[in-house]
């Protein structure tokens, strides 16, 4: 067990019993209780404003831990302090010889803003073979165990919140790598998540997740990346939804068509500029400088070195 540590568990106006749990059987964990679901960045936003602390692990509570998974992280992140993120290996609860697809061996994005990781592409994970087991920067850490400097935190204003849940922490992570600090997976600790335990399978997951994406893209991409990876990013997520619709998957067809209103709907208010410059996207690290769609469906490679052996 890492010493230095505080257990905070941030509830967010959950409907169960789980806060009368941790009293009764884990009495010295520290409970902070929201009066009201933000989701996965407004909550995270609500309680690491109350926890004064160098680093913040995000965990999630469909996650099980391994004996000194701490140490290695910290380790790596006090040694270089333009390392503001980091996450471990991530592998499967059920399957614990599988990578787990919310981040696997660390997150990757390509050109058109597709996120995919070491270990996973789109819904194949990999065994985990050792592999992946060197110390590298990566785009995104897991919000599934994210490790976290505070103070870049703060600085960054956290998660978005009207992400609500899903691709917050990529977001997040990109607005890091644009404010001069790097994003590492640390495959020496290791986690097992369970998956889908916060927000389960269906059109409200489809939803956020294609809505949020592109949110991210109109927020980060210079505005002359935005010209033609946006029509085009429209076009193959109504590719996807019309397949959808097809194979009779109404609700996945209508989820998609809900999440571009809502991205369109968006364009129209008035946002923020950004803190930092933005810069174009292969300038950043974990970027794969082609389209993992096109690997993945036509060229029909399966694995993380197959693909960016080409052109990362």
């Known amino acids: 067990m890492y010493a230095n540590l505080r257990v905070i568990v941030a509830d ?22 929201h009066p009201v679901n933000e989701g996965f960045a407004g909550g995270y936003n609500w309680a690491l404003q109350k926890v004064q ?28 302090a333009s390392i503001a993120a980091c996450q471990p290996k991530i592998l499967s609860y059920a399957h614990p010889a599988l990578f787990e697809y919310a981040g696997a061996g660390g997150g990757w994005i390509d050109v058109l803003g597709y996120p995919f990781s070491r270990g996973r592409i789109f819904d194949v994970c990999e065994k985990d073979t050792h592999q992946y087991d060197t ?31 899903h691709q917050e922490e990529i977001d997040l992570c990109w607005r890091i790598q644009l404010a ?6 640390c495959p020496q600790s290791v986690v097992y998540h369970v998956g889908a335990g916060t927000l389960p399978r269906g059109g409200r997951k489809v939803y956020l997740n294609f809505r949020n994406n592109l949110f991210m ?5 210079p505005w002359y990346e935005k010209l033609w990876k946006l029509p085009l990013r429209f076009g193959l997520d109504a590719v996807s939804a019309w397949k959808g619709l097809i194979t009779g998957d109404t609700d996945f067809f209508i989820a998609i068509y809900q999440a571009h209103i809502a991205v369109f709907k968006r364009s129209f208010q008035r946002r ?41």
Not at 139 to 159: C, D
Request: with cysteine; proline share 5%.
């Open 53 to 80: 602390s160098d680093y913040y692990v995000l965990l999630n509570s469909d996650v099980s831990v391994t004996p000194g998974w701490i140490g290695p992280v910290i380790d790596i992140m006090e040694n270089d």
């Open 217 to 221: 893209l109109c927020k980060n991409l």
């Open 135 to 165: 110390v590298e920067p990566i785009f995104w850490a897991s919000g599934a165990a994210m490790f976290v400097r505070a103070r870049v935190y703060h600085e960054l204003g956290g998660l978005d919140a009207s992400f609500f849940a």
């Open 272 to 312: 923020q500029r950004p803190q930092h410059p933005v810069k174009p996207i292969s300038n950043l690290k974990g970027v794969y400088r082609g389209s993992v769609v096109w690997e993945y469906f036509v060229n029909r490679h399966t694995r993380f070195l197959e693909i960016i052996r080409k052109k990362a």
């Open 12 to 33: 967010n106006a959950s409907t169960d019993d789980s806060v009368a749990y941790i009293q009764q059987y884990f009495p010295k964990v520290e409970i902070l209780t």
């Open 180 to 185: 001069g600090y790097q994003i590492m997976a």
